[in-house]
């Protein structure tokens, strides 16, 4: 055996390695919390790589918590909402900023990117004042403003990078044909634009759905809270007790939902890819 073949095999199993050990470090501690979801309180504290028995109280406990089926509910309800503006508000700018020519076009992008690089402490007090003047405090629409704010610039910034990637001819014939701007936009480039559509779509969504710091300083009661406040506000029976069952059970029903959407984006995104492609 060469030593070309020997480097070869050494390579090959060093990257499988590799991505053996990103797999792991993805997966295991989701898996694990699927595991102890599933153990009974008497057996939360052994260390136990398998579920040896199926025991859905943790999941009961926390299902028939009015609580946090409400942050459910408001999560959905707060997630979605930001989808859809982020993406209306998001195509519209990239159709300026990607197929409108303009003085500064370039420094509005700029500025677009920077807003995104703030962290959310730093605007934390600021937004929080815009948000009681609006009289927006404890309310959906409060965390709507602020995660919206805060993933649109991202979706701009996605949006304008592939509105710029389509060709002139489209645009051209569409205007040969009578179509107005927004014809063009949503008859035109929406079918094309799908991929980037669902790509920054299901970012803007987990985002929002994962968002803690603002939806646990804009919100004050249990109504209104949103699922990752629900979450850590779990508690068990006295001040000494820590219930991993229920957390770990509550954060496996949010996951879920998100483990769902990927896939399902993956292969919108594929077909997208293909059925966009300009045809002869």
Same mark, same amino acid.
């Given at each position: 055996?060469? !030593?070309?073949?020997?480097?070869?095999?050494?390579?090959? #199993?060093?990257?499988?390695?590799?991505?053996?050990?990103?797999?792991?470090?993805? #997966?295991?501690?989701? %898996?694990?919390? $699927?595991?102890?979801?599933?153990?009974?309180?008497?057996?939360? @504290?052994?260390?136990?790589?398998?579920?040896?028995?199926?025991?859905?109280?943790? %999941?009961?406990?926390?299902?028939?918590?009015?609580?946090?089926?409400? *942050?459910?509910?408001?999560?959905?309800?707060?997630?979605?909402?930001?989808?859809?503006? *982020?993406?209306?508000?998001?195509?519209?700018?990239?159709?300026? !900023?990607?197929?409108?020519?303009?003085?500064?076009?370039?420094?509005?992008?700029?500025?677009?990117?920077?807003?995104?690089?703030?962290?959310?402490?730093?605007?934390?007090?600021?937004? @929080?004042?815009? =948000?009681?003047?609006?009289?927006?405090?404890?309310?959906?629409?409060?965390?709507?403003?602020? %995660?919206? $704010? @805060?993933?649109?610039?991202?979706?701009?910034?996605?949006?304008?990078?592939?509105?710029?990637?389509?060709?002139?001819?489209?645009?051209?014939?569409? =205007?040969?044909? /009578?179509?107005?701007?927004?014809?063009?936009?949503?008859?035109?480039?929406?079918?094309?634009?799908?991929?980037?559509?669902?790509?920054?779509?299901? !970012?803007? @969504? #987990?985002?929002?759905?994962?968002?803690?710091?603002?939806?646990?300083?804009?919100?004050?009661?249990?109504?209104?809270?949103?699922?990752?406040?629900? $979450?850590?506000?779990?508690?068990?029976?006295?001040? %000494?007790?820590?219930?991993?069952?229920?957390?770990?059970?509550?954060?496996?029903?949010?996951?879920?939902?998100?483990?769902?959407?990927?896939?399902?984006?993956?292969?919108? =995104?594929?077909?997208?890819?293909?059925?966009?492609?300009?045809? /002869?």
């Amino acid at each position: 055996m060469t !030593l070309r073949r020997l480097k070869s095999i050494a390579l090959t #199993i060093g990257f499988w390695m590799l991505v053996a050990v990103l797999v792991l470090y993805a #997966i295991f501690p989701f %898996y694990y919390a $699927i595991v102890t979801s599933l153990k009974p309180s008497s057996q939360l @504290f052994e260390v136990s790589y398998w579920v040896d028995s199926l025991d859905f109280s943790n %999941y009961v406990t926390v299902l028939s918590q009015p609580t946090f089926l409400a *942050a459910i509910r408001n999560s959905v309800v707060v997630a979605i909402s930001v989808v859809i503006i *982020a993406l209306l508000l998001g195509l519209t700018a990239a159709w300026a !900023l990607g197929r409108v020519r303009f003085r500064g076009r370039t420094t509005v992008m700029m500025i677009v990117l920077g807003v995104s690089m703030f962290p959310q402490v730093a605007v934390l007090s600021g937004l @929080f004042e815009v =948000i009681r003047t609006l009289d927006l405090y404890n309310s959906p629409g409060g965390l709507i403003l602020s %995660y919206t $704010i @805060f993933t649109l610039p991202f979706t701009v910034w996605i949006l304008t990078t592939f509105m710029r990637q389509l060709p002139d001819e489209l645009e051209e014939a569409a =205007i040969v044909d /009578g179509a107005s701007p927004w014809v063009t936009l949503t008859k035109v480039f929406m079918p094309l634009l799908w991929p980037a559509m669902a790509t920054t779509g299901l !970012l803007a @969504f #987990i985002a929002a759905w994962n968002e803690f710091l603002f939806a646990l300083t804009f919100t004050l009661t249990d109504s209104q809270r949103t699922v990752p406040v629900a $979450i850590a506000l779990i508690s068990g029976g006295s001040q %000494y007790e820590l219930p991993w069952g229920p957390i770990m059970a509550a954060s496996v029903i949010v996951t879920v939902p998100l483990v769902v959407l990927v896939v399902i984006f993956q292969r919108r =995104i594929v077909s997208g890819l293909t059925a966009g492609a300009v045809k /002869g």
